[in-house]
């Protein structure tokens, strides 16, 4: 397919597209090494993760008590290695917020090495849940809460730059509106380098020549001097020190895989392209075993930077993945005084053109709301508001997951009905002696709790058919519902017999009943 370099446009604005050369389309790292624009494209995409990771690696630090060259460390060190283990080419992972949130409280009460010892174990669990399969999971998450999932994710990216947008010089509100200008104006008339690349230096240029001073990466806290070294936590391998660091090491290891997991689903969608993602969930153990070593803080799949990678920049390869991480570590060792000179302006405006771009404007339209069901609007704002309230996305996926479970269950639970069919006079007294009842559609929790109401008991003659040949028995609650019909009957001294049961339904059937306790 064509490649796109750049969907950053607003609502209503025609999308810029990059006519692809000659085996464009191969995107593996040995093609894009081989092709001179493809390289380019990564490259540059590369150095522009680079840029927008520092501040934000800076602040989840904060967030998770630690020194702000352990999330530095934990991004350089995450960034390169799930470019080699990843399933997911161009995805970016590294230190997180949610992640950062996650794993707070241990530093805050017991220290940076019980801390690390937290990374580290559920770097192990998440290896463990990829072994068991973890990432079939997400074939149970709907569409709807994915695209709530997009537009929450959009707004907290929003939410997030807000805070540098206030109470700040007024210089920066002309600096943030002419870097949008450039990511908007700029891949109209070339795409040869990334947009927001070319923000970030116009900006710095321009506030470093006219002597402004505007708030910048260096005001975010103290960048290292120095590489990474290897890190063991010195704690005692107790059940005590598991006791601690369990349930905080398997809350990072679920979030950093749901949030990996929708992230990789999400590029898999932009890219028109298929990931494994399986890989990727024991992958990212891995990069979370790395960075505890070195001592880093963990993270996953950072959706903003992602976006930056894949549709602002055009990336499409581990080559950008690989070079952000190098990038960083070069920024902020190499040339600390040169980064902490970029404007908060420069990477305000990127973030907020990510937004922008991440937001899905379809979704919200007059028309699609008219169209769609209530129950899927409703999913969709349920999983938005959950996640922007909470600022967790995992807790927005699955309430959103649960909201829909439960309002299929709910929609379904009409389709099933029990019809009196055929009364059969045996003895030609003119009375019946068995009645037969037709029971047609799905039968699960939702639709068999009402089924021991359909019958008439006292009513009907000796004998009673129930013919479930239009119908199927999906779960206990189904095996136990005709358990209890047949009771009642019993009790009433009638005969009950089930017909119709295809292979599966009869012996789930076979299986359960008699055996769920006594019919009701």
């Known amino acids: 397919m064509a490649e796109p370099t750049s969907t950053t446009t607003l609502p209503g604005q025609p999308h810029p597209h990059v006519v692809p050369e000659a085996g464009e389309r191969e995107t593996s790292t040995r093609a894009a090494l081989r092709n001179p624009r493809r390289l380019r ?46 399933g997911r080419p161009a995805m970016i992972t590294a230190a997180t917020g949610a992640v950062a949130l996650v794993i707070a409280p241990v530093a805050r009460e017991y220290g940076l090495d019980y801390f690390i010892a937290t990374v580290l174990l559920a770097g192990v669990l998440q290896i463990v849940l990829a072994v068991l399969g973890v990432a ?23 939410l997030a730059q807000v805070p540098y947008l206030v109470d700040v010089p007024w210089l920066v509100y002309p600096m943030v509106a002419l870097g949008l200008l450039i990511m908007v104006g700029l891949p109209r008339l070339t795409t040869a380098v990334p947009a927001p690349l070319v923000a970030i230096v116009v900006i710095t240029t321009l506030a470093w020549a006219a002597g402004w001073q505007l708030p910048d990466v260096s005001d975010q806290g103290e960048l290292p001097t120095s590489l990474p070294e290897l890190f063991v936590p010195d704690v005692p391998l107790t059940l005590e020190t598991l006791q601690i660091i369990g349930p905080y090491a398997l809350a990072m290891a679920l979030v950093g895989l749901l949030e990996s997991l929708m992230t990789a689903k999400l590029v898999d969608g932009v890219t028109d392209t298929h990931s494994d993602k399986t890989r990727e969930s024991w992958g990212l153990g891995v990069a979370n075993l790395a960075s505890g070593f070195f001592g880093g803080m963990g993270g996953c799949a950072m959706i903003g930077q992602t976006m930056i990678n894949v549709k602002v920049s055009g990336a499409r390869t581990r080559i950008s993945t690989f070079l952000a991480g190098v990038f960083l570590l070069a920024l902020v060792v190499g040339a600390g005084p040169a980064v902490g000179m970029i404007p908060m302006a420069a990477l305000v405006a990127v973030m907020i053109m990510v937004s922008v771009a991440t937001f899905d404007w379809h979704s919200v339209h007059p028309g699609t709301l008219r169209r769609m069901p209530h129950s899927e609007n409703l999913v969709m704002l349920l999983t ?130 008699g055996q769920l306790g006594e019919g009701h």
């Open 41 to 86: 494209t990564e490259v540059l995409a590369g150095l522009v993760v680079a840029l927008a990771l520092i501040p934000e690696a800076i602040s989840f630090s904060i967030i998770a008590g630690v020194d702000p060259r352990v999330g530095l460390f934990s991004s350089f060190v995450m960034a390169v290695t799930i470019a080699f283990v990843g």
């Open 136 to 158: 079939r999971l997400m074939r149970f998450i709907p569409r709807m809460v994915m695209v709530g999932f997009v537009n929450a994710l959009a707004i907290l990216i929003f």
């Open 384 to 513: 938005v508001v959950v996640t922007v309230v909470t600022h967790n996305l995992a807790y927005g996926v699955i309430v959103g997951v649960n909201a829909a479970i439960i309002l299929f269950a709910r929609r379904v639970a009409h389709f099933a009905s029990v019809d009196q069919v055929v009364e059969t006079d045996v003895d030609g007294d003119g009375e019946p002696d068995v009645r037969t009842y037709k029971v047609s559609g799905e039968l699960f929790f939702a639709t068999s709790n009402d089924l021991v109401y359909q019958f008439d008991y006292a009513g009907d003659p000796h004998k009673v058919v129930i013919d479930l040949s239009d119908s199927h028995i999906w779960d206990a609650s189904t095996v136990a519902a005709l358990d209890a019909v047949q009771t009642k009957y019993e009790r009433l001294g009638k005969e009950v017999e089930i017909v119709g049961l295809n292979w599966s339904s009869a012996a789930r059937h076979e299986q359960l009943t």
